[in-house]
């Protein structure tokens, strides 16, 4: 039976939860305000800002004017599904196997694995910057896809594998004695059972992939430069561009806060899936 | 279209048509302030002229740095065209890593090499040869409000004060209870950020970062007693906060009428004279940075400058977008289409012998004598084996420079003393000067 919950409670919690929201997004309804503020008001002190009257949109059409943005979001589009897909087509065979056919090492193999993302990523940067550029892969979408993948690999299969393991095997035996292949066995048993595991790892990795701003700003120039790229060129350490930073930053994280806000009720309930028994 | 606008466009095509044989896709990797985003906004004219098409890449300062160094080291050959300051160009020059632009002249018979400023010039070159053209340059001086001058009674410098006067200055000037504080300082860490200000300030109480033997000298009493001044001074009468403010956050400061003194870029005298962005603009005056000890290096010295890696495929036009980008006719184009007070400063002589700039910008003077007043081969009052004023040309200067900066920007903050960050300074600087062999 369920604890009754005092209303005062019940009100103070809610506005515990609230303030704290409050302060989580106010960086991002902050950036909101001044990319619709003139660059002279964008950089007065706070309540001159929000009380000064000009609002204006003419940030946004500066960054349009400047900058390609429909090429650099077209660029994070391919980069984050691209990935993910490819992520994907390594990685449901991989949890699969260590899920329900584990060899001796497979703990150890997970670990190494995750152990891969201790390693600060500047690091490996000018070896594979020369192979990239040995290869011919430097600026290319399909380089980058490739790094992205494997950045996110190790999280991918880890997620996975945590799903998969929820999964009976015994359902899957069952699918074999019925004359099921391994690919049916994948494709038409495991796969619609960890749907929603699968669906969380998807946009985690999207998520990742989308704001990844190492690789996507070292291995790019102008023609696979995505939106992180975008957000950086309004950057500056000499020269006020407050409310044109402001606008490209709405612009670069609206599609990605967009998707999130629709998808959040899947994201958590992949996140919270075989939580409680 | 007009006369002028005619000529310089045939004068564009003249310049092109030596080296535009076929038609070439050039990358340029830039910072963003102003003055890039005009020749950004004024390259078509350039490509409609030569064909060529440039695709921009614009990163934030230390990205673009961080970045370009990783493509140049390897030979990556992702760039034709590069944006670098006076610390790199000479010495990726002496790396082979960039192509000698001493031909520029040939590309483009009109281009003046010998109307660019010759400490310019010099600042951007490695054993004489020219590694770099400046695209616009800039040093220090002293941004101040001529009504809190006015209201306390002090009359304002005509000639270069000590940093002891300038402190008596600033105690008047401080009002904090009516939102002005005494003067604006940087305080962000950085070797680009907080050691550009107290680099000069050290060299004006008599500092320098290493003898002749290379020994480094931070914890030496000259230094101790520099940013002993230092830390006072903004403690005292710097708003709050100083230690996360860089030129930006001052230079908002200061535009909002918050600062009555401000030492920092002469570049940033464009904007602060521009009554659409700054609040102050009829009401700011300059002079020079103050001295202390010594005259030697009290005025930082900074260009960016255009280069060509040596990885790139498409040199020859390359060089040909330098000769326009940084020519005399560029700058009549910036002036007829944007205004004269945005043509890049400090470079040409010819600049400052235009009327029309000199009556849209009446800090020309004072930023001109400040360029010429620079000497990088002779920063400081004792002898060093080094050039540069707010910087030493050298490759490991970057990373001593950025901790001596972070542990300045600690003492500032309160978090340790001054003597505790100047002897990790010294340490850090004793550990990386050996280890990169300068001392045994």
Same mark, same amino acid.
């Given at each position: 039976?369920?604890?009754?919950?005092?209303?005062?409670?019940?009100?103070?919690?809610?506005?515990?939860?609230?303030?704290?929201?409050?302060?989580?997004?106010?960086?991002?309804?902050?950036?909101?305000?001044?990319?619709?503020?003139?660059?002279?008001?964008?950089?007065?002190?706070?309540?001159?800002?929000?009380?000064?009257?000009?609002?204006?949109?003419?940030?946004?059409?500066?960054?349009?004017?400047?900058?390609?943005?429909?090429?650099?979001?077209?660029?994070?589009?391919?980069?984050?599904?691209?990935?993910?897909?490819?992520?994907?087509?390594?990685?449901?065979?991989?949890? =699969?196997?260590?899920?329900?056919?584990?060899?001796?090492?497979?703990?150890?193999?997970?670990?190494?694995?995750?152990?891969?993302?201790?390693?600060?990523?500047?690091?490996?940067?000018?070896?594979?910057?020369?192979?990239?550029?040995?290869?011919?892969?430097?600026?290319?979408?399909?380089?980058?896809?490739?790094?992205?993948?494997?950045?996110?690999?190790?999280?991918?299969? =880890?997620?996975?594998?945590?799903?998969?393991?929820?999964?009976?095997?015994?359902?899957?035996?069952?699918?074999?004695?019925?004359?099921?292949?391994?690919?049916?066995?994948?494709?038409?048993?495991?796969?619609?059972?960890?749907?929603?595991?699968?669906?969380?790892?998807?946009?985690?990795?999207?998520?990742?992939?989308?704001?990844?701003?190492?690789?996507?700003?070292?291995?790019?120039?102008?023609?696979?430069?995505?939106?992180?790229?975008?957000?950086?060129?309004?950057?500056?350490?000499?020269?006020?561009? !407050?409310?044109?930073?402001?606008?490209?930053? #709405?612009?670069?994280?609206?599609?990605?806060?967009?998707?999130? =806000?629709?998808?959040?009720?899947?994201?958590?309930?992949?996140?919270?899936?075989?939580?409680?028994? | 279209?007009?006369?002028?606008?005619?000529?310089?466009?045939?004068?564009?095509?003249?310049?092109?048509?030596?080296?535009?044989?076929?038609?070439?896709?050039?990358?340029?990797?830039? /910072?963003?302030?102003?003055?890039?985003?005009?020749?950004?906004?004024?390259?078509?004219?350039?490509?409609?002229?030569?064909?060529?098409?440039?695709?921009?890449?614009?990163?934030?300062?230390?990205?673009?740095?961080?970045?370009?160094?990783?493509?140049?080291?390897?030979?990556?050959?992702?760039?034709?065209?590069?944006?670098?300051?006076? *610390?790199?160009?000479?010495?990726?020059?002496?790396?082979?890593?960039?192509?000698?632009?001493?031909?520029?002249?040939?590309?483009?018979?009109? !281009?003046?090499?010998?109307?660019?400023?010759?400490?310019?010039?010099?600042?951007?070159?490695?054993?004489?040869?020219?590694?770099?053209?400046?695209?616009?340059?800039?040093?220090?001086?002293?941004?101040?409000?001529?009504?809190?001058?006015?209201?306390?009674?002090?009359?304002?410098?005509?000639?270069?004060?000590?940093?002891?006067?300038?402190?008596?200055? #600033?105690?008047?000037?401080?009002?904090?209870?009516?939102? #002005?504080?005494?003067?604006?300082?940087?305080?962000?860490?950085?070797?680009?950020?907080?050691?550009?200000?107290?680099?000069?300030?050290?060299?004006?109480?008599?500092?320098?970062?290493?003898?002749?033997?290379? $020994?480094?000298?931070?914890?030496?009493?000259?230094?101790?007693?520099?940013?002993?001044? !230092?830390?006072?001074?903004?403690?005292?009468?710097?708003?709050?906060?100083?230690?996360?403010?860089?030129?930006?956050?001052?230079?908002?400061?200061?535009?909002?009428?918050?600062?009555?003194? =401000?030492?920092?870029?002469?570049?940033?005298?464009?904007?602060?004279?521009?009554?659409?962005?700054?609040? /102050?603009?009829?009401?700011?005056?300059?002079?020079?940075?103050?001295?202390?000890?010594?005259?030697?290096?009290?005025?930082?010295?900074?260009?960016?400058?255009?280069?060509?890696?040596?990885?790139?495929?498409?040199?020859?036009?390359?060089?040909?977008?330098?000769?326009?980008?940084?020519?005399?006719?560029?700058?009549?184009?910036?002036?007829?289409?944007?205004?004269? /007070?945005?043509?890049?400063?400090?470079?040409?002589?010819?600049?400052?012998?235009?009327?029309? *700039?000199?009556?849209?910008?009446?800090?020309?003077?004072?930023?001109?004598?400040?360029?010429?007043?620079?000497?990088?081969?002779?920063?400081?009052?004792?002898?060093?084996?080094?050039?540069?004023? $707010?910087?030493?040309?050298?490759?490991?200067?970057?990373?001593?420079?950025?901790?001596?900066?972070?542990?300045?920007?600690?003492?500032?903050?309160?978090?340790?003393?001054?003597?505790?960050?100047?002897?990790?300074?010294?340490?850090?600087?004793?550990?990386?000067?050996?280890?990169?062999?300068?001392?045994?």
């Amino acid at each position: 039976m369920a604890r009754a919950v005092p209303n005062s409670r019940k009100a103070i919690n809610t506005a515990v939860a609230g303030t704290l929201g409050f302060i989580i997004f106010f960086p991002i309804l902050w950036i909101l305000i001044l990319s619709f503020k003139t660059e002279g008001d964008a950089i007065k002190a706070p309540l001159q800002v929000l009380f000064s009257t000009g609002w204006t949109t003419e940030s946004f059409g500066a960054v349009q004017e400047r900058s390609d943005y429909f090429k650099h979001f077209t660029n994070s589009v391919v980069l984050a599904l691209g990935s993910t897909i490819l992520g994907l087509l390594v990685a449901v065979p991989a949890a =699969w196997a260590m899920a329900f056919v584990p060899a001796k090492h497979t703990k150890n193999v997970l670990m190494w694995m995750l152990s891969t993302k201790m390693l600060p990523p500047v690091g490996v940067l000018v070896p594979i910057y020369l192979i990239f550029r040995d290869v011919g892969l430097l600026d290319t979408r399909t380089g980058l896809v490739i790094v992205l993948m494997l950045m996110n690999l190790p999280i991918i299969v =880890w997620m996975l594998y945590t799903y998969f393991r929820e999964i009976p095997g015994e359902i899957l035996e069952a699918a074999r004695m019925d004359g099921a292949s391994l690919r049916e066995e994948v494709i038409y048993v495991l796969t619609p059972m960890a749907i929603p595991g699968i669906a969380s790892t998807v946009l985690l990795n999207i998520i990742l992939a989308w704001n990844e701003a190492f690789w996507t700003l070292n291995l790019t120039a102008s023609n696979a430069a995505p939106l992180t790229a975008f957000i950086a060129s309004y950057s500056s350490p000499e020269g006020l561009f !407050y409310a044109k930073l402001s606008a490209a930053s #709405v612009m670069a994280i609206a599609p990605i806060l967009i998707m999130g =806000w629709f998808s959040q009720k899947q994201l958590v309930r992949g996140l919270t899936f075989g939580a409680v028994k | 279209m007009n006369l002028k606008s005619a000529l310089l466009g045939a004068t564009a095509l003249s310049i092109a048509s030596a080296g535009a044989a076929t038609a070439a896709e050039l990358t340029i990797a830039t /910072v963003n302030n102003s003055d890039m985003i005009i020749m950004q906004k004024l390259s078509p004219v350039w490509e409609e002229a030569t064909g060529h098409t440039l695709n921009w890449v614009v990163l934030e300062e230390n990205t673009l740095r961080q970045r370009v160094t990783t493509d140049i080291a390897t030979n990556g050959g992702s760039f034709d065209i590069i944006t670098i300051g006076a *610390y790199e160009a000479p010495i990726w020059g002496a790396r082979d890593w960039l192509v000698a632009l001493d031909d520029l002249t040939e590309i483009n018979p009109d !281009y003046d090499l010998e109307d660019i400023y010759e400490p310019v010039r010099n600042g951007l070159s490695a054993d004489g040869t020219l590694f770099a053209v400046p695209f616009y340059a800039e040093s220090s001086f002293t941004f101040y409000r001529t009504d809190l001058f006015e209201a306390a009674g002090i009359e304002a410098p005509t000639e270069q004060i000590t940093y002891t006067q300038f402190e008596e200055m #600033v105690a008047q000037l401080h009002d904090p209870d009516n939102g #002005v504080f005494g003067t604006c300082q940087r305080g962000k860490a950085g070797w680009g950020e907080n050691m550009a200000f107290v680099g000069p300030l050290v060299n004006a109480f008599g500092g320098r970062w290493f003898d002749m033997d290379w $020994q480094p000298q931070i914890d030496s009493e000259e230094w101790r007693t520099a940013i002993n001044y !230092y830390v006072d001074l903004v403690q005292n009468y710097g708003p709050p906060g100083a230690s996360s403010n860089g030129h930006n956050e001052n230079r908002a400061l200061f535009a909002d009428g918050r600062c009555a003194t =401000w030492v920092d870029a002469t570049s940033a005298a464009g904007y602060i004279f521009n009554p659409n962005e700054s609040s /102050v603009a009829d009401r700011t005056d300059f002079f020079q940075a103050p001295y202390q000890e010594t005259k030697n290096g009290t005025g930082w010295f900074w260009a960016w400058a255009l280069g060509v890696p040596a990885s790139s495929t498409n040199a020859d036009a390359a060089k040909d977008f330098l000769a326009w980008a940084t020519s005399k006719e560029y700058i009549e184009l910036v002036g007829e289409r944007e205004g004269w /007070v945005a043509a890049p400063p400090g470079t040409r002589k010819s600049t400052y012998a235009n009327e029309a *700039y000199l009556s849209a910008a009446p800090f020309a003077e004072t930023v001109e004598n400040s360029i010429l007043a620079a000497d990088p081969a002779n920063p400081t009052r004792d002898p060093v084996p080094y050039t540069g004023i $707010q910087f030493v040309a050298i490759p490991e200067f970057q990373g001593i420079g950025n901790y001596v900066g972070q542990q300045i920007a600690a003492a500032l903050a309160g978090q340790q003393t001054v003597d505790q960050a100047l002897e990790n300074s010294q340490r850090f600087a004793v550990r990386e000067m050996t280890k990169a062999g300068y001392i045994q």
